[in-house]
């Protein structure tokens, strides 16, 4: 046996990402059949360490997996008790009043949570029904059998040094084999990013559009929180240069979640989105709640806006992509979390079933149907149109036309039918002469922060003496196209501050990646316009440690 020959070990389902839609899969695949070999691989250090979500939950995923989730003591602690809905000028607001929305806007019934500790919540219940959970494993390749097809994933590789070579500790990880392999890793993961290209899944669909979503905690005064409030902006500071907003969750032990998200399928490139949210805090209706309060953790991710006309194929020889792998957010109700778990179990009923039959590492049709044509699909379809109507005629225009449109789809029927998303949102960035530089003030460290002071309240690390998992397909780009052409925007678009341009003893360009700063948002892997940049996971354990996000 060679120094570097890997061990393999079978399961019957291999589950990437411990995540709502991985945990949920699990957990059902369990509960049909106790004697079913089933592991979790979760490349954070801790099952939650890398989950970030507003989160306003729907349990309806949870009831449909758990039913008896309360007596099982599920951290759903906070029910929603006020929602409110606010247009924002620079300096006043205007509330958008709740009648005139269609009922599934509505939170009643609804919970503020940690989908962090509902994620370690669910590692456990999961445990205790013998899945075998790993943190802390990355999976950094896809493991294909003879005919092509999904076999498993090689996880728990380390020590390569620098530059790519194995180093004197390396160990070269195992590869974990399965009848099925779920892809459960989040918004744009490499291994689902992979499988989409090879199998042609997205043919035929509209382009995946994103957002990208910057969270802080904060403690604030007693005197001003309230518990189950929930508030939504959209308008200031963003006007036209992008579309998106911002959410105000007043959870548990005075903390409140303030949660800013920009569309990715912005123009100009000199557009900021960290300093955007930096900004937004800085409004009075904003300020006066925080001040006198302190932030106590940050974090960023992408989040999947294209919604139902993006889902691509979701099966292919050997596997199944579930939650924000596929893209299962209902943008308007800026929520997913409910429809990963119910993909997950979806997923683990298709995967009993075929097992039951004797099959293995065929394609698990009856899954991609049951999303399409059950509730997830009843949930995405209803409010197809509000994201690409937002982006072709502004705010106002798809406030009206949009909720139009869902008032409409809840009884069967839409006058758009189903409008396109058009361009991805890297070819939607214009070039650096079309647009005006925006001035950005400068964060006054009260409200506002600088990025890598932030960075340092997501807890991320990685071990430095491993190769960059931000991987450039031509190393050339981001100086010769990148900087002259669009003005360099990595150093903006990252909320975590990994790129910048320097310049050399020359006064030359030079692109500099700060991998260590990386928030596995995946921002750059999508909005680069160069489609340059490749995100790929580092070693297992590495990234952020978020506390309760």
């Not at 123009?267 to 709640?289: D, G, I, S």
């Not at 596997?319 to 792998?325: E, H, K, P, R, Y």
Request: net charge negative.
């Amino acid at each position: 046996m060679s120094e570097h020959t890997r061990e393999a070990m079978e399961y019957d389902v291999v589950i990437v990402g411990a995540g709502p839609a991985g945990l949920s899969a699990a957990i059902r695949l369990k509960q049909l059949d106790a004697d079913l070999n089933v592991v979790v691989l979760e490349k954070g250090s801790e099952v939650g360490a890398h989950i970030l979500s507003g989160a306003v939950l729907d349990p309806s995923g949870l009831d449909a997996l758990i039913p008896d989730w309360k007596q099982k003591g599920a951290p759903l602690n906070v029910p929603v008790t006020e929602d409110r809905f606010y247009l924002l000028g620079e300096a006043g607001k205007i509330r958008i009043p709740n009648w005139p929305m269609p009922p599934l806007m509505n939170n009643h019934g609804n919970y503020i949570v940690s989908m962090g500790n509902v994620c370690r919540w669910m590692a456990e219940q999961a445990e205790e029904l013998g899945v075998e959970v790993f943190p802390g494993m990355s999976c950094s390749e896809i493991v294909y059998g003879d005919n092509g097809e999904v076999k498993g994933v090689v996880a728990g590789e380390f020590g390569r040094q620098s530059d790519g070579t194995p180093g004197p500790g390396y160990e070269p990880g195992m590869e974990l084999l399965g009848k099925y392999v779920f892809l459960s890793e989040g918004v744009r993961g490499n291994l689902a990013k992979e499988v989409i290209e090879k199998f042609d899944l997205s043919k035929g669909k509209e382009p995946q559009k994103f957002g990208l979503g910057m969270k802080e905690i904060w403690e604030i005064d007693p005197e001003k929180h309230k518990a189950g409030s929930v508030t939504h902006t959209m308008g200031w500071p963003l006007g036209s240069n992008a579309g998106g907003g911002s959410f105000i969750y007043h959870l548990d032990n005075n903390q409140v979640y303030v949660g800013f998200v920009v569309h990715l399928n912005y123009e100009n490139p000199h557009l900021y989105p960290y300093m955007e949210f930096q900004r937004f805090k800085h409004h009075p209706m904003v300020a006066e709640l925080l001040k006198g309060g302190k932030r106590v953790a940050y974090g960023a991710r992408a989040i999947s806006e294209g919604g139902y006309q993006s889902m691509p194929k979701m099966v292919a020889p050997g596997v199944a992509l579930l939650g924000c792998s596929v893209g299962m957010v209902n943008v308007p109700r800026i929520k997913g979390n409910h429809n990963a778990m119910l993909s997950g179990k979806a997923a683990a009923e298709a995967a009993y079933a075929a097992i039951q039959d004797g099959r293995a590492s065929d394609e698990l049709s009856a899954y991609e149907t049951d999303v399409r044509e059950g509730a997830i699909g009843a949930d995405l379809k209803k409010v197809r149109n509000v994201k690409p109507l937002w982006s072709k005629y502004g705010l106002t225009a798809s406030l009206t036309l949009g909720g139009f449109d869902m008032w409409t789809n809840s009884i069967g029927f839409s006058l758009f039918g189903t409008i396109g998303h058009g361009k991805t949102d890297a070819a939607a960035t214009g070039e650096a002469k079309n647009f005006k530089p925006i001035d950005y003030p400068r964060p006054d460290g009260k409200l506002s922060f600088d990025r890598l002071t932030n960075v340092s309240f997501s807890a991320t690390n990685h071990e430095e003496s491993q190769p960059p998992h931000l991987k450039l397909k031509d190393p050339s780009i981001p100086v010769a196209i990148n900087l002259p052409k669009y003005g360099g925007p990595s150093a903006r678009y990252c909320p975590a501050g990994v790129y910048e341009f320097i310049k050399d003893e020359n006064g030359d360009d030079q692109f500099v990646i700060n991998f260590q700063n990386c928030v596995h948002c995946k921002t750059c892997d999508i909005k680069d316009p160069s489609q340059n940049i490749n995100w790929t996971v580092p070693q297992g354990g590495d990234g952020p440690n978020y506390p309760n996000m």
